[in-house]
């Protein structure tokens, strides 16, 4: 544990994005109340704002998990050591990053625990136990969890020892079934990500040294942040038969047949509050999609005279009236702060749309409505003012999109040779599209030599025929996604 004392304080002013962008991204964080740093090191505090935020996110994958026939349960935190090391890939792969537990109480354990890294290990075993049949297929369950890694690096949200996820884990009767699996719900990552966290993002296949250990093969979707860096959003894995063969997870097939389970696993984590905080914050701190935004609404009444008796009440219709249409909206009627300070903090903390209402408005039956997006204000008549503001709740929701696949694209170049790839990788300039040849050796020397890994192939590439490696000068197999990452 680190002490209270190794804990930065809270920052005042918010360091510019042009002068430091991993400060100013942890400024946001902790200014706009995210999250925080905890005694426990690498560990951090969700903050009741950050939370609210994790929970809509939950509410828009569960909705579509359940939409494709998913089911939640839960599995436990610890796995025993001789589960884990069951798989020798898969062990290789988190051994740096595993905590163990080997005392309860005052007694050694008998047999060390890990606490989970990932729940393949446990899940397996489980599978094992249900599954006798090809009737008993699919098996389609999805986990709400925390997961433990022990980094050696951390920032908040983006990597910290211990987070919070969604994994799925199926069970299929044919191969084909799993990899249609495996691609559905990359999918529905992607819809999740560009619908209801306007963040635009590339979905393809990693290489062989990116996927996932003990898979066949990993999918992700892969988003730039506002600094260049991309960011993995999420992954899908098709593990084959691996550790079916591993648990022994089998069932009588339809011609009477011992056969072995195909397997996939999938998931997302708390670190997409990061990318929504990197891919569409500003120098004044958080923009937070409307679909995504604890409050997608504050109403700000302005004092003057006696405006509890005059403003207040308007602003409290107001309020409700949008409630009642399913806006998530917030009545700041503090008086321990001015409208000027109330205004800064909002805008600090995201809110999509402020509502200002004072005396003056009340005689001209109207109200201010002012954007976080554009920073545009504009009166607007009362009559009508609940449809107006959801029309501008949805066109904020699209304007970030637009915005920051705009920002992709100007950020994404291509280069056939490596002496133009290295030129263009120096800094931060995105993605740069390459062919490459689908050597592991070319990959690991291009990633020592510019920092750049390959994102993914996506899904939709063209083919590379007729085109040299990059690297190496070997014919091309695809074109790949190159950036410097998170």
């Known amino acids: 544990m680190s002490k209270e004392t190794d804990i930065p304080e809270l920052p005042k002013e918010i360091t510019p994005q042009s002068q430091d962008f991993g400060r100013w991204y942890i400024d946001v964080v902790r200014r706009a109340e995210l999250a925080d740093y905890s005694p426990v090191k690498g560990c951090m505090v969700i903050r009741p704002y950050g939370y609210a935020i994790w929970e809509l996110m939950q509410q828009g994958l569960d909705r579509r998990f359940k939409a494709t026939g998913h089911v939640n349960a839960y599995f436990p935190l610890f796995i025993p050591q001789s589960l884990l090391m069951k798989e020798a890939e898969h062990v290789e792969g988190f051994a740096p990053q595993v905590a163990w537990v080997t005392r309860g109480g005052t007694e050694e354990l008998e047999e060390p625990l890990v606490v989970r890294p990932t729940s393949e290990t446990i899940i397996g075993p489980m599978y094992a136990k249900w599954i006798q049949s090809w009737r008993d297929l699919p098996i389609l369950i999805n986990q709400w969890a925390n997961v433990v890694r022990w980094e050696k690096v951390t920032r908040l949200f983006l990597r910290t020892t211990e987070f919070l996820w969604q994994e799925g884990h199926t069970a299929h009767e044919t191969a084909e079934e799993a990899q249609e699996e495996t691609l559905r719900m990359l999918g529905v990552y992607k819809d999740f990500a560009e619908n209801d966290l306007a963040m635009p993002v590339l979905d393809g296949r990693k290489t062989d040294s990116e996927k996932f250990a003990g898979a066949e093969r990993t999918y992700s979707i892969e988003a730039l942040m506002g600094d260049g860096r991309a960011l993995q959003a999420g992954t899908s894995h098709n593990l084959g038969q691996n550790f079916a063969k591993v648990y022994d997870i089998t069932f009588q097939g339809r011609d009477k047949s011992l056969q072995y389970i195909w397997g996939t696993s999938w998931g997302v984590t708390t670190r997409l509050i990061g990318a929504v905080v990197m891919v569409h914050g500003d120098e004044g701190g958080l923009i937070l999609p409307p679909t995504i935004a604890p409050y997608q609404v504050v109403i700000v009444p302005i004092p003057r005279g006696n405006w509890r008796e005059t403003v207040l009440p308007r602003a409290q219709a107001i309020r409700d009236e949008l409630a009642g249409r399913g806006v998530r909206v917030m009545l700041d009627d503090r008086d321990s702060q001015t409208p000027g300070w109330k205004f800064n903090e909002w805008e600090l903390r995201g809110v999509p749309l402020r509502l200002e209402i004072g005396p003056k408005d009340i005689e001209k039956s109207q109200v201010v409505l002012a954007r976080r997006d554009t920073r ?61 040849c689908g050597s592991a050796a070319c990959e690991a020397e291009i990633k020592a030599e510019t920092q750049a890994t390959i994102r993914n192939i996506p899904l939709d590439s063209p083919p590379a025929d007729g085109k040299a490696c990059l690297k190496c000068g070997a014919p091309a197999t695809a074109h790949a996604w190159f950036a410097k990452a998170y």
């Open 376 to 436: 545009e204000k504009a009166s607007a008549p009362m009559e009508g003012l609940a449809a107006h503001v959801e029309r501008l709740l949805a066109t904020i929701q699209r304007t970030l999109f637009d915005r920051a696949l705009k920002f992709r694209e100007e950020h994404t170049a291509t280069a056939d040779g490596y002496d133009e790839f290295k030129t263009i990788m120096d800094g931060r300039p995105g993605f740069v599209i390459s062919p490459w």
